[in-house]
């Protein structure tokens, strides 16, 4: 299995959960084009930053993981990663507080707001890149979920492709939300609030297929084969 696959996955995942959280907050982004084009334009520039701070944490989370593996943990990394994810979908998105409660997080995301809140006031038209940097810093709890995937990558590189392939996962769905201009009905978000824990828990079962170095030809022999019998 390619990491391809989970990044993906938790970035459509990630993609869901934003808009049905915070979709609004997507309209409030300060944009200076009334076009259709000219506000994806832009809003490509916002997420590119967001993109970019996602793959600058998969390093430095990949690094971490390639420590452990190095001490011998590698298969510890995945498993515990797939089950970290599964408890997440689980607990829904009751995890975001409790990481937000941990001595000096919250001192933390009130300085990125608050870093956030001056660009948009003083420089609308020209921070979207500097406002998607600070974005990728704000408590999410599928960020969070990407980056226990980053970390079961085991590499730096490894780590920042994982999180940039996350971030890329998030775009179709967002841009559709910026360019209608118009957030989803709340009988949809419910739907989606169902669909994303879905999502969660497979990722989980990849990671924890992954770590367990499932023999699936165990599976596939205990499985009669179709075929055509020529006598």
Not at 8 to 31: F, R, T, W, Y
Not at 37 to 53: A, D, E, F, N
Not at 76 to 90: E, R
Not at 202 to 220: C, H, M, P, T
Request: hydrophobic letters at 50%; a positive charge.
């Amino acid at each position: 299995m390619t990491i391809l696959t989970p990044a993906l996955l938790l970035g459509l995942a990630g993609s869901l959960h934003c808009v049905g959280m915070c979709g609004p907050l997507l309209l409030a982004l300060p944009l200076d084009a009334a076009g259709k084009w000219q506000v994806m334009r832009q809003m490509l520039v916002y997420h590119s930053g967001r993109i970019l701070t996602y793959a600058a944490l998969g390093i430095m989370f990949g690094l971490l993981g390639k420590g452990l593996a190095i001490a011998g943990f590698q298969k510890i990394l995945s498993v515990g990663a797939g089950v970290f994810m599964l408890g997440m979908a689980v607990m829904a998105w009751r995890f975001e507080r409790l990481v937000t409660a941990l001595p000096g997080f919250g001192a933390f995301t009130n300085r990125v707001k608050s870093g956030i809140g001056n660009l948009m006031r003083h420089n609308p038209n020209g921070s979207s890149f500097s406002i998607g940097l600070l974005n990728g810093l704000l408590p999410c709890g599928m960020v969070y979920a990407a980056l226990a995937g980053a970390i079961a990558t085991t590499g730096g590189p490894e780590g920042g492709f994982f999180m940039a392939v996350f971030g890329l996962g998030t775009l179709p769905l967002l841009l559709m939300v910026s360019v209608l201009g118009r957030s989803f009905s709340v009988s949809i978000r419910q739907k989606i609030k169902f669909a994303q824990p879905i999502l969660l828990g497979l990722v989980g079962l990849l990671l924890l297929q992954r770590g367990l170095n499932l023999d699936l030809s165990l599976f596939e022999s205990a499985v009669p084969k179709a075929g055509v019998e020529c006598h």
